[in-house]
């Protein structure tokens, strides 16, 4: 619980890592209808992907902060030979991440939403899917933040390493909000979601650690 | 760790790079002979005397190729991920190098998956790429491949970058079969049900039996392909023992 | 055999130019599979065996 009160002050005070993620979400979505067509049929249509693929660009932007301010000031090492369980230590530095990143997203998505003439009935699809899946973004991005945090150049080495991950929750996310656009039961696509973020919560905070331990041990 | 050995004998050998770099050079004709024998034995009978198919044509006999490098590159990636835990859990370097080794293999073979699929696709389909199932599983593979290798040639210090690679493809693993799942799903959500490259109802035996041929033969392409590339990883890693310098000279 | 003649094999009921692409394409990466960890055999072995006389020749 320290752990997660210190990263949300931290996190806090440095606050352009929390707009950053938000503007560059806001930037993607604007270019599709500047680059593909701003009709607002074909816009609707589209516009469950867009957004979808927006947050998890987003998402991914951020990770590469996750750990590399700690681990510059050595903090991340002392973090490791600290008596708390790693496990813990790590899930409460994801979760606060989250809350900074994907529930900010998640709260800016029907503004997106709007822009991009997605029909009103698909916004709750769109934020309870969002909701579900950018946690398990978060996890998993973490993993290849922690594998690349003792490389100088990490940032385009994360995304080689974790966008292939990122697709099943880019093709039950989408097809969630898909699914609430044409009023079809939206509960086994969030029940999908639902079971990634399980698997991603139980197993991710494991790899994490082994490879937080990995980067700072060389 | 080290007083319980609660494994056969051979795995510790295996453990020891010099007693690996032994056997291989022994191995490695015999199945180099089997590869060559296999492959083009296989192939002729693929091309010359496996029938037509009857809906497909001649453009069939591309299933020889397709299929032994799509199973290549998942069982390579499998490997490397198995290589990846003993090495984590037993802090063997050989598994290490066998990790690095086999990644490149899988991965060319996945692309020759990948290009085989899209060629065979223009006859079949009218066009060189389609959004099927089996043909995005196998880009995602390969991108999974390239993530694994981008991160091994990134970290400069050997044991760090090979524990980190196999931190990876263990992550990788346990998304495989997620990712087959989603796409296969995504599939049937998007596409009517469309003519599959390699679902055949009961295929004749004149058909299965030289692609069971060639599968076997890309085993052992594999195998002699891998133990190559391991040797060569033992003896980089290995330079400053003394058994390397004695190979050295006597060469 | 499935082939009366040559030219029928080479042109496989029109579709030729696809089959024979594959089987070209696949003979190049598995040889090359083989002949780049050849050819870097050659090369490493040729770097240490310089390495070693130089380390010798220092002693």
Redesign the interface.
């Known amino acids: 619980m320290a752990t997660c009160r210190r990263e949300f002050l931290l996190s806090f005070r440095r606050k352009s890592d929390l707009v950053n993620p938000l503007i560059f979400f806001l930037m993607v979505a604007t270019l599709f209808p500047l680059g593909v067509s701003p009709e607002p049929g074909f816009l609707a249509q589209i516009a469950p992907g867009v957004v979808w693929v927006a947050a998890l660009l987003a998402t991914l932007l951020s990770m590469d902060a996750l750990f590399r301010s700690d681990y510059e000031d050595g903090s991340l090492e002392q973090l490791l030979l600290s008596p708390q369980p790693l496990f813990i230590v790590v899930l409460a530095k994801v979760v606060a991440h989250w809350m900074m990143t994907g529930l900010a997203l998640t709260i800016m998505a029907p503004l997106l939403g709007l822009m991009l003439f997605l029909p009103s009935e698909g916004m709750p699809g769109l934020m309870l899917s969002l909701l579900l899946g950018t946690p398990t973004l978060s996890l998993?991005g973490a993993?290849g933040a922690a594998?690349?945090v003792?490389?100088k150049?990490g940032g385009v080495?994360i995304s080689?390493?974790v966008?292939?991950?990122y697709?099943?929750v880019l093709?039950?996310g989408s097809?969630a909000v898909q699914a609430a656009v044409t009023g079809l039961p939206l509960g086994g696509y969030l029940a999908l979601l639902g079971a990634?973020l399980a698997?991603a919560l139980g197993?991710a905070p494991l790899?994490i650690s082994?490879?937080l331990r990995?980067?700072i041990?060389? | 760790m080290a007083e319980k050995k609660w494994m056969p004998r051979w795995f510790y050998q295996l453990a020891s790079p010099r007693w690996c770099y032994e056997i291989t050079g022994k191995l490695l004709p015999w199945f180099f002979a089997a590869a060559v024998v296999l492959l083009i034995g296989g192939a002729v009978w693929a091309l010359l005397f496996a029938p037509a198919d009857y809906q497909q044509g001649n453009s069939f006999r591309i299933i020889y190729l397709h299929v032994p490098s799509a199973i290549l590159a998942q069982s390579a990636y499998m490997l490397m991920a198995v290589a990846g835990a003993v090495g984590l859990i037993w802090k063997m370097k050989v598994a290490d190098m066998v990790l690095k080794s086999a990644a490149p293999i899988g991965a060319s073979m996945a692309v020759l998956a990948l290009a085989t699929g899209a060629i065979w696709g223009k006859p079949t389909w009218g066009s060189w790429w389609v959004w099927d199932a089996r043909l995005t599983s196998m880009l995602i593979l390969f991108f999974l491949y390239l993530g694994v290798m981008a991160l091994n040639s990134a970290i400069e210090n050997e044991s760090t970058a090979a524990q980190a690679s196999a931190v990876l493809a263990l992550v990788g693993l346990v998304n495989i079969p997620i990712i087959k799942y989603s796409v296969e799903w995504w599939n049937t959500l998007h596409q009517p049900a469309t003519f599959k490259l390699t679902e055949k109802p009961a295929m004749p035996a004149e058909m299965w039996l030289p692609l069971l041929v060639m599968v076997i033969g890309f085993y052992c392409f594999f195998a002699v392909s891998l133990m190559q590339r391991l040797r060569n990883e033992i003896i980089w890693r290995e330079r400053r023992t003394g058994w390397v310098r004695e190979l050295l000279n006597k060469q | 055999m499935s082939f009366d003649s040559f030219s029928e094999f080479l042109s496989m009921g029109g579709h030729g130019l696809y089959v024979w692409l594959s089987y070209g394409l696949g003979v190049v990466i598995l040889v090359a599979n083989l002949i780049v960890p050849k050819l870097a055999r050659d090369h490493l072995l040729k770097e240490q065996k310089r390495r070693l006389r130089r380390e010798e020749g220092v002693r």
């Open positions: 998993v993993i594998l690349t003792g490389l150049k080495l080689l390493l966008l292939p991950l697709i099943p093709i039950f097809s990634l698997l197993l790899a082994a490879a990995i980067s041990s060389s």
